[in-house]
C-alpha cells in the first residue's frame, strides 16, 4: 500500500496577468515567515525571477510545478519530498488560472490544482468595476468543473472599498474573500524586457518586502488562509533525497549577468556527485582552480555587455579551460557568452569569448518563445542521439549560428533545430529541466569524470 504524506499547501492564481499575483504571493510568504513558519514555495510555469523572490523572502530554493515539464505522479512527488519538510507549501501560478499552452487550459495554473489537489486563492483587481467583478469571478468558477477555487484575494484596492468588493463577490459567487492588500505604490517591483528585475536589482527590497507581510498581517485573513491549505488530502510519500559525497567539480557561473538556473538541475546535478562552484565572469580574473565542468546559465549578459567584454582575463581562462577539453553546458545568455560578440541595444558589438562561432543581436520582440520537446538528432555531451528533453526557451536575442545537433519541437508541431555541439559542449538557447529526463545530467556528469580522471593523468 502506497505510503502517504500530508502537505499543507496553497496555491495563488488570477484572474490574468497584471492583477499582482506575484506581489500578493511575496505578501503571504512574508508575512507566513514573519509568523516563523517554514515556508516551502513553488512557482507554475517556466520562471527563473519569481522564485528568486520567493527564495530571498522563505530562505529555502523555490521549485517549480509545471505539468509540461513532468508527468502527474513525478510533480506530486516533487511537491510532497520538498514540502514534507515546511509546514505549508505556496504555489504561485502563472498568467491567469486557465491560461495554458496555445488556446488550451493545457499546463495552466488549474492543471496543476487538479493534479495536485490544492485549494486555489484568485487574485482579482476590480478597478473599474462593480457587480461585474461578481460576474468575473463567477465565470472563472463555472468555467471548468471541478475546479479548486476555494477563496479570492483581493489586491490594489482602497481600504474603504474592501466591504464593498466582499460583499458583492460572496453574495454572487458564494465563494469565501479572505482579504486584500491595498495599493502600495511604495512596494512596486521593477520590470524590465524579460520580467521583473531580480531580486538582487531591487533598490529597497527589505523594506519593501517588510511592508508587503505586515501590511498582509493586517489586511488578509492568514489564518483562514492556512486553515484552507490544511485541509488537503495527503500526497504520495517520498523519501527525502540523499545528497553524496561530492565526486568532481563543476563550475557554475552565478552573478547578476548568469543567474537563470532551476533549483532542481542544481540538485540533480549534485545528486550525480557534482560539489558546485560559484564563479563569477563579470568580476573573477579567472575560474576557480581545480574545475571538472562548467554550466553557464541564462541570465542577462545584454546588461553587462562592456564589463564582460573587458575582462580578458577571465574570458582567457574559459578558452583555457575549454581548449583542456573542460566539459561545458550554456544555456541561453551562457550561449551567448560563448559565442564571438553581441551587438547591445547600443548599437555597439562586444567581442566575447569567441569559443563558439556567431554574431548575436538583441531583437524588440521575444524570438521563438515557449515550450520545447527537444530530441538529440546526433550523439552529444548531454547523451546518445535520441535523447530527449523538455525545456523552453525564452529570448529577445538572436544569432547566426543557433546550432543544429537538436531539433526543438513546440506543443503546436512548430519545430526548429537548436545547440551547438562539439566533443564535451552543449550550448544553445533552450533551457533544460533536468527532471524531465534524469539521464541528461548524469551523462554530463560522466563527461565531468571522465574528464576529472584525465586531467589527474597529466
Not at 189 to 213: I, M, N, P, W
Not at 246 to 267: I, S
Not at 283 to 298: I, K, Q, T, V
Not at 409 to 427: E, F, I, M, Y
Amino acid at each position: 500500500m502506497e505510503q502517504l504524506c500530508s502537505v499543507p499547501r496553497i496555491l495563488i492564481s488570477a484572474t490574468g496577468s497584471g492583477c499582482g499575483k506575484t506581489t500578493v504571493t511575496a505578501a503571504i510568504l512574508g508575512a507566513l515567515c514573519k509568523r516563523e513558519l517554514q515556508v516551502q514555495s513553488f512557482k507554475c510555469g517556466p520562471d527563473y525571477l519569481d522564485p528568486m523572490f520567493h527564495q530571498y523572502i522563505t530562505g529555502r530554493p523555490a521549485y517549480h510545478a509545471d505539468p509540461f515539464f513532468l508527468e502527474p505522479q513525478p510533480m506530486r512527488r516533487l511537491v510532497s519530498r520538498v514540502g514534507a519538510s515546511a509546514d505549508v507549501s505556496v504555489l504561485e501560478g502563472a498568467m491567469g488560472y486557465y491560461d495554458g499552452i496555445g488556446q488550451t487550459e493545457r499546463a495552466s495554473a488549474y492543471t496543476v490544482s487538479q493534479i495536485l489537489e490544492v485549494p486555489t486563492l484568485l487574485v482579482l483587481s476590480p478597478k473599474g468595476m462593480g457587480c461585474s467583478a461578481g460576474a468575473l469571478c463567477q465565470g472563472f468558477l463555472q468555467f471548468r468543473r471541478p475546479n479548486s477555487i476555494r477563496g479570492i484575494l483581493l489586491n490594489d484596492i482602497r481600504s474603504g472599498m474592501y466591504s464593498y468588493y466582499r460583499d458583492i463577490l460572496e453574495r454572487e459567487t458564494g465563494c469565501k474573500v479572505y482579504g486584500y492588500l491595498p495599493h502600495l505604490p511604495e512596494a512596486h517591483l521593477e520590470s524590465r524586457h524579460l520580467g521583473l528585475l531580480t531580486a538582487a536589482e531591487v533598490d529597497g527590497l527589505d523594506q519593501k518586502l517588510s511592508l508587503l507581510a505586515q501590511t498582509a498581517e493586517e489586511t488578509l485573513d492568514l489564518d483562514g488562509i492556512l486553515a484552507l491549505a490544511s485541509d488537503t488530502v495527503p500526497l504520495p510519500a517520498a523519501s527525502p533525497l540523499k545528497k553524496p559525497e561530492p565526486a568532481f567539480r563543476l563550475g557554475v557561473a552565478q552573478d547578476a549577468a548568469f543567474c537563470f538556473y532551476y533549483a532542481e538541475n542544481l540538485e540533480l546535478l549534485e545528486q550525480c556527485g557534482a560539489q558546485l562552484v560559484p564563479f563569477s565572469p563579470l568580476s573573477d580574473a579567472a575560474l576557480p582552480e581545480n574545475l571538472d565542468g562548467l554550466y553557464l546559465g541564462g541570465g542577462y549578459p545584454e546588461l553587462f555587455l562592456p564589463r564582460l567584454s573587458d575582462n580578458t582575463a577571465f574570458l582567457q581562462s574559459l578558452r583555457t579551460a575549454r581548449k583542456s577539453g573542460m566539459p561545458l553546458l550554456a544555456e541561453c545568455g551562457g550561449f551567448l557568452y560563448l559565442q564571438e560578440s553581441m551587438t547591445g541595444a547600443d548599437g555597439v558589438s562586444y567581442p566575447l569569448a569567441g569559443i563558439l562561432p556567431g554574431i548575436s543581436h538583441l531583437q524588440d520582440r521575444l524570438c521563438r518563445f515557449g515550450y520545447v520537446t527537444l530530441r538529440a538528432q546526433e550523439d552529444t555531451l548531454l547523451g546518445p542521439a535520441g535523447t530527449e528533453i523538455q525545456g523552453h526557451e525564452f529570448h529577445y536575442a538572436d544569432t547566426t549560428e543557433n546550432g543544429m545537433a537538436f531539433s526543438a519541437v513546440r506543443p503546436n508541431g512548430k519545430q526548429w533545430r537548436a545547440v551547438v555541439s562539439r566533443p564535451g559542449l552543449a550550448a544553445g538557447f533552450p533551457h533544460l529541466y533536468f527532471p524531465s529526463n534524469p539521464e541528461v545530467p548524469r551523462a554530463f556528469a560522466g563527461a565531468c569524470l571522465h574528464y576529472q580522471k584525465e586531467r589527474e593523468t597529466r
